[in-house]
Structures are given as C-alpha cells and as structure tokens.
C-alpha cells in the first residue's frame, strides 16, 4: 500500500511563501508522475502542479511562474514551493501518485493566505 504525507501547510501573508511536502512510502517512487492538487471550499479538486519521474513538469496557468514542483526520488519526496501567495490560493492542498492506471492521495494540507 502506497502512502502519501503532506506537510508545510499553514498560515501566510499575501506575498509570502510556503513550501510543501509529501513523502511516499514504497520502492517505486520514480516510476510515479507525481501531481500536487488543491480544493477552495465550494469548488472542484484542481490540478496544480505535475512532474513525472524524469522531471517534467506542468502548471496550472493560475500559478505559473510562482509555484515549483520538485521531486527528489533518493528521498521518496515531492515539493512545491509556493511564493507570491495570493488569498485565492487558500485551499487544501493534496499530494497525488499515478501508476498503472492507480492513483493514490494524501490527507491534504490546509494553506490559507490572508490578505
């Protein structure tokens, strides 16, 4: 069983930055495309920020240009630094993994920026 921890979620200015992780459990991480993905109150998941194995990425265009995803497969981890934060940022953030045709979430972390 696959398992995702998410962590550095929290509290920021409009303007301030966060940098989120999710450590994966298992021996295959670089196989996975890993995806960072949020939920505002009311609204669909979306997608944020996607990187495979290899270091590809893809952005929402709502947050290019200030959020990074980062992979390391040594360490089983996956980041996304956020800077620039804005207030229509503020949802809960969830760390995915995809293989085969499977997918496999985390429990997600709150970011709330305040203005």
């Known amino acids: 069983q696959v398992q995702l921890v998410e962590s550095g979620g929290g509290l920021v200015q409009s303007g301030g930055s966060l940098r989120l992780s999710c450590a994966v459990s298992?021996?295959?991480?670089?196989?996975?495309?890993m995806g960072w993905y949020r939920q505002a109150p009311g609204k669909q998941r979306m997608l944020v920020a996607a990187?495979?194995?290899?270091?590809?990425?893809n952005y929402a265009d709502s947050v290019k240009g200030r959020f990074t995803i980062s992979r390391d497969n040594a360490k089983n981890t996956v980041w996304l630094q956020m800077n620039s934060l804005k207030p229509e940022d503020t949802a809960v953030y969830y760390c995915a993994a995809f293989l085969g045709g499977r997918d496999y979430w985390g429990q997600g972390t709150q970011v709330t920026v305040a203005s």
């Open positions: 990187i495979t194995g290899g270091g590809s990425t």
């Open positions: 298992g021996s295959i991480f670089s196989s996975y495309i």
